[in-house]
């Protein structure tokens, strides 16, 4: 397919807990910068497509919806568009194809989405109990005692009954996110960690260790697309949009019909078809996780671990700063921080700032080709995303 | 510390799933179906997913089937849950071919395993009129 959208400019703010923080000044500073990295000026942005708040407050959702960001941005009279997409933990994946299509059609000329959320003063009985309703079916599955943390063990419980995969292999995903943790200024956990350490955390719900799971954390980022062709004249560091493949599968978790692989087979092979690449030729995988057991998905599906399967793979070391295949270089949320709908959108800006070369201290070599996937609700749906410093 | 003030969920019957839950009432598991396309429906639903016909139907499942995936909730649950713990939350996929989100019970629960036989019982939830299937292994 020919490319026709692009990723120009990218804008994040440290997640972490910052309770004086407001999400809007997150949400604007983020914004700048994506601007100001683009070399662009805030009249040449016309849509601005702000994701929705799942944990902050209403207020501040309504504020978004109702054009707060053109105000602060100077975008009044610029932007023809001002409107939300919001698809959970997929937002970054589904909020580029929308973004990508809106450029592409000639609606409008340069998107500008962002991400602000404040989930870092939530208490740990707070988020489950909040997750224990969200994506959860009231009348199927709530009164089982069912949450967002059984959702996803039920997936990886039966990825490990598929392929074998051990829980040392699991814990080893949380290990080499940490190490990319390290690196990462923005991330919430810097101090490195063992399979031991995550091995010693006794189960939440088998087969999920603590460390193996993410926290809450607040957080901002943005990044603006703009045409195919536009995009050369904006930056000297354009990343093009190759392949964006997507689909739904479910709403209750109990209905999913592939809970060891989910869509991302399917999804991975369009993905390649669309962007005229293949597996050899990914320099960077920027996989979603939230728990271990979502990279792990994605990476086989992708088909990125030399004819092994991902657990292995990564329990080699393969993913870490300088291996082969380096992997959710932000560290991720289970490093980095989850920031709700955010995470996606952070994946989604770090892949183009590898591309951009401009990852700092996790800077792969002469990347040039990046994969990024996603994935909203509980699990509801597959994304895969490639990045490309080429155009086709 | 859990919240007092959140209480136990319990399944609000509707028009179209009325059925299921009286039907669980009396000990029996149904599925529902169409009447035009003959699709198995599960979980219940307004109208066919396949058709999007409203003439749909109900039939009674063996109420034996198989633990697809499983877990065993050992601390951190949900308010309401916290005094429940250790249970097991499983999907089962029925012999009809649907599948659903229960709970393991009984006997053996803690040692389930994917592939594991189970049939269908009852549980009672205190201060309702919801019986909720659940499911027991089969030695």
């Known amino acids: 397919m020919k490319t026709t959208a692009a990723i120009v400019g990218t804008g994040e703010v440290p997640t972490g807990n910052f309770p004086d923080r407001t999400e809007s000044e997150a949400a604007v500073t983020a914004c700048r910068q994506a601007i100001l990295d683009a070399g662009m000026s805030p009249r040449d942005i016309d849509a601005v497509m702000p994701i929705g708040v799942v944990v902050g407050s209403r207020h501040f959702n309504t504020d978004l919806i109702f054009s707060r960001l053109c105000e602060e941005l100077g975008l009044l009279r610029s932007a023809k568009l001002n409107a939300q997409v919001m698809a959970g933990g997929a937002s970054g994946s589904a909020t580029l194809k929308v973004a990508s299509a809106l450029v592409t059609s000639g609606a409008v000329r340069n998107v500008l989405v ?39 063990a039920l997936i990886t419980q039966r990825y490990m009954h598929e392929t074998g995969t051990t829980e040392e292999e699991l814990a080893s995903v949380a290990v080499a996110l940490r190490q990319w943790g390290v690196l990462n200024p923005h991330a919430m956990f810097r101090t490195p960690i063992t399979v031991e350490d995550v091995m010693r955390g006794d189960h ?8 193996t799971m993410s926290l809450w954390a607040d957080g901002a980022s943005a990044y603006i697309v703009a045409r195919a062709d536009d995009a050369p004249h904006i ?6 949009v190759r392949g964006a493949a997507s689909l739904v599968t479910h709403y209750s978790v109990s ?54 399967r991902a657990g292995k793979f990564i329990a080699a070391g393969h993913t870490l700063p300088g291996g082969k295949m380096p992997m959710t270089t932000t560290g991720g949320a289970i490093s980095q921080g989850h920031t709700a709908a955010g995470v996606g959108v952070s994946l989604m800006v770090e892949a183009a700032r590898q591309l951009m070369g401009k990852a700092g201290e996790r800077q792969v070599k002469d990347a040039v080709n990046a994969a990024e996937s996603g994935s909203g609700g509980t699990w509801m749906d597959s994304h895969i995303t490639i990045l490309s410093r080429e155009a086709r | 510390m859990s919240d007092q003030s959140i209480s136990r969920p319990v399944p609000r019957p509707t ?59 050992k601390r951190s649950a949900a308010s309401p849950f916290v005094d429940k713990v250790p249970y097991v939350v499983a999907v089962v996929r029925l012999e009809e071919g649907v599948q659903m989100l229960s709970n393991i019970v009984g006997d053996g629960a803690l040692s389930v395993q994917c592939g594991d036989a189970v049939r269908v019982a009852f549980e009672p939830v205190a201060g309702s009129d919801i019986a909720l299937p659940v499911f027991e292994k089969v030695e």
């Open chain 1, 114 to 152: 962002v991400h602000s959320d404040k989930f870092g003063s939530t208490t740990m009985q707070q988020g489950i109990d909040l997750f224990a309703t969200l994506g959860i079916s009231e009348e199927w599955e709530a009164p089982y005692g069912h949450n967002a943390n059984t959702a996803v």
């Open chain 1, 204 to 211: 939440v719900c088998t087969p999920l260790r603590p460390k």
């Open chain 1, 235 to 240: 930056t000297s560091t354009p990343v093009y």
């Open chain 1, 255 to 308: 209905q999913e019909k592939n809970l060891a692989f989910l869509a991302f087979p399917e999804v991975a092979k369009q993905a390649y078809a669309q962007s005229g690449l293949s597996p050899k030729d990914i320099d960077v995988a920027e996989l979603y996780d939230a728990y271990s057991v979502m990279p792990l998905l994605a990476m086989d599906a992708l088909g990125l671990c030399e004819g092994e």
């Open chain 2, 15 to 73: 028009a179209w799933s009325k059925p299921y839950w009286d039907a669980a009432r009396e000990g029996r598991l149904v599925i529902q179906h169409c009447k035009q396309c003959s699709a198995k429906i599960m979980n219940p639903k307004q109208y066919c997913p396949v058709c999007l016909s409203d003439d749909l139907g109900w039939s009674e499942s063996s109420g034996r089937g198989t633990v697809y995936s499983y877990s065993i909730q």
